[in-house]
């Protein structure tokens, strides 16, 4: 079973930046595409970004397109969530996720087997 745990999370001023990080269990992690999902209250879920299981393609919603970068380093088991010039809007609860079976990211949740437990991320304007 796969176990993936985030932190970074916290408060953090508009304008901010915050760097949350997943560290997924395991020793098939290079064959994982990752994502990372938020859902804000009385909001659904939605997608954030995404990467590759060899990290050569990333794959962004618009509302963070060119403020979040996402990232891996597989010898750490580990994907990052890199969040610059944060607004009140991106306050939520951020989860990471496991694709196994080396597939391409994806921006549906369906398609990831394993989540998270989630990590806070509040913006006060």
């Known amino acids: 079973q796969v176990q993936l745990v985030e932190s970074g999370g916290g408060l953090v001023q508009a304008g901010g930046s915050l760097r949350l990080s997943c560290a997924v269990s395991?020793?098939?992690?290079?064959?994982?595409?990752m994502g990372w999902f938020r859902q804000a209250p009385g909001k659904e879920r939605e997608f954030v970004a995404a990467?590759?299981?060899?990290?050569?393609?990333?794959y962004y919603a618009d509302s963070v397109k060119g403020r979040f970068t996402i990232s891996r380093d597989n010898a750490k088991n580990t994907v990052y969530l890199q969040m610059n010039s944060l607004k009140p809007e991106d306050t939520a609860v951020y989860y990471c996720?496991?694709?196994?079976?080396?597939?391409?990211?994806?921006?549906?949740?369906?398609?990831?087997?394993?989540w998270g437990q989630g990590t806070q991320v509040t913006v006060s304007s």
């Open positions: 395991g020793r098939t992690f290079s064959s994982y595409a």
């Open positions: 996720a496991a694709r196994p079976g080396y597939y391409s990211g994806s921006y549906y949740s369906s398609e990831y087997q394993s």
């Open positions: 990467i590759n299981w060899n990290g050569g393609t990333t």
